[in-house]
């Protein structure tokens, strides 16, 4: 591994501690302080709602100025987010919670069109899947630690113990992104500065690029739609796996163990992509990573015993496992270097969208019917049926193609 590999995964790690961090805590606590299903719902969709608007802009500005730079504003956002975290849970205002998830949104935004274009530098476009399957896998032990960690401190101390620790993390990130800003892309070409800063762009304009991107690009928008699909049904897991557990009887530390068992099948799942990507195909992996999701996410009302509810987090984390690095190759496989920035700003979109549409939505159906358990069954089954639009889709334009 060399060096920039190495210090985009101790990056990456701490980003995804944080993450970890907040999966059981934000929709826990917001319940602590009063919130309904259709609020929870609306509080996890507001950092997706933010990203769907500014992942192209986003990635079209880490084009042209430098994606270590993009690193590092991330978790200058993140250390906002959880400073707003912490005033909400003290002063007891969950509504500050919304601001707070818009600035995790944007710290998400700024990292994910980052992270994805940045790695694809590093290798050839057969190292690709297996480099972002191995980076995907180091990082997600953060995803991994964060859950147990946080539902430990919410039992033995409290939740605000929990965003203080994600807030000494985002400073510990900012830092260690400071050898990535130096280095400013040495190995950049010339011709490919030259580029870039042609193309300097508006707003405006970033999103006619990338519409164009999406519109001209099959896999470009075969990865768009199917990661939009992918995170329509996983919302509903991650915003409210933790209320439907509480509710089975689990405490907080068991509710952290079991969302890091999802985490522990994604990482499986990322290891054996990263063996047989190449074997069967980005198109076939992100057939099979939905199915394993929707299938996961509907089953999990038939859940009454703690123990096997860890087979509807496992096949949901095992799902997303299999299907994000897929993704991200189908991407960067149709994609120029100067252009890969908008282009994961395009697919991230399709992502943040799926989200913030799925935990409102869904929210507010689990409200009107006083019961998760629609939400959960609603959720797989149109994921489901977008994914067999997706396959009328490519036998219309006879593109049915295995692998891809």
């Not at 919130?35 to 709602?49: F, K």
């Not at 189908?330 to 395009?346: F, H, I, N």
Request: hydrophobic share 50%; with cysteine; proline share 4%.
């Amino acid at each position: 591994m060399n060096t920039d590999f190495l210090l985009i995964i101790c990056v990456g790690t701490v980003y995804t501690t944080m993450l970890g961090l907040l999966s059981p805590t934000v929709p826990l606590a917001a319940s602590t302080l009063g919130a309904t299903t259709a609020l929870v719902g609306l509080i996890a969709s507001a950092r997706a709602i933010i990203q769907s608007g500014l992942r192209m802009p986003m990635g079209e500005s880490a084009d042209r100025f430098g994606w270590e730079l993009f690193y590092g504003v991330s978790f200058i956002l993140g250390l906002a987010s959880g400073v707003t975290f912490f005033i909400g849970m003290v002063s007891k205002q969950v509504l500050l919670f919304i601001p707070a998830q818009i600035l995790w949104g944007l710290t998400a935004a700024s990292f994910r069109v980052t992270e994805p274009a940045y790695i694809s530098e590093m290798g050839s476009e057969s190292e690709r899947p297996q480099l972002l399957g191995r980076y995907l896998t180091i990082t997600g032990i953060g995803q991994l630690i964060g859950p147990p960690i946080a539902g430990w401190l919410i039992d033995h101390i409290s939740y605000e113990a929990v965003f203080m620790v994600f807030t000494c993390l985002a400073i510990a990130g900012f830092f260690s992104t400071l050898p990535l800003l130096k280095t400013n892309r040495k190995k950049q070409s010339q011709e490919f500065t030259e580029v870039v800063h042609r193309e300097r762009n508006g707003i405006l304009e970033s999103y006619s690029k990338g519409f164009d991107i999406f519109r001209t690009k099959r896999n470009v928008l075969l990865a768009t739609f199917g990661s939009f699909l992918m995170t329509l049904c996983f919302s509903v897991g991650v915003s409210f796996h933790p209320l439907f557990l509480r509710g089975i009887g689990l405490v907080s530390f068991e509710i952290g163990i079991l969302l890091a068992v999802r985490d522990i099948s994604a990482i499986l799942s990322r290891l054996l992509t990263a063996k047989i990507m190449g074997l069967i195909g980005n198109r076939f992996n992100m057939f099979l990573g939905i199915t394993c999701i929707s299938v996961g996410i509907m089953i999990t009302p038939t859940i009454t015993d703690p123990l096997i509810a860890i087979i509807p987090l496992f096949l949901a984390g095992f799902g997303f496992g299999i299907i994000y690095p897929s993704l991200i190759s189908l991407v960067a496989v149709d994609t120029k270097r100067e252009e890969r920035g908008l282009a994961m700003g395009v697919f991230g979109t399709g992502l943040a969208t799926g989200f913030g549409i799925g935990s409102i939505i869904f929210g507010i159906i689990a409200d009107i019917f006083s019961s998760l358990d629609i939400a959960f069954i609603l959720s797989g089954l149109s994921s489901l049926f977008g994914l067999f639009l997706i396959l009328c889709y490519l036998f219309i334009k006879r593109d049915l193609k295995f692998p891809s």
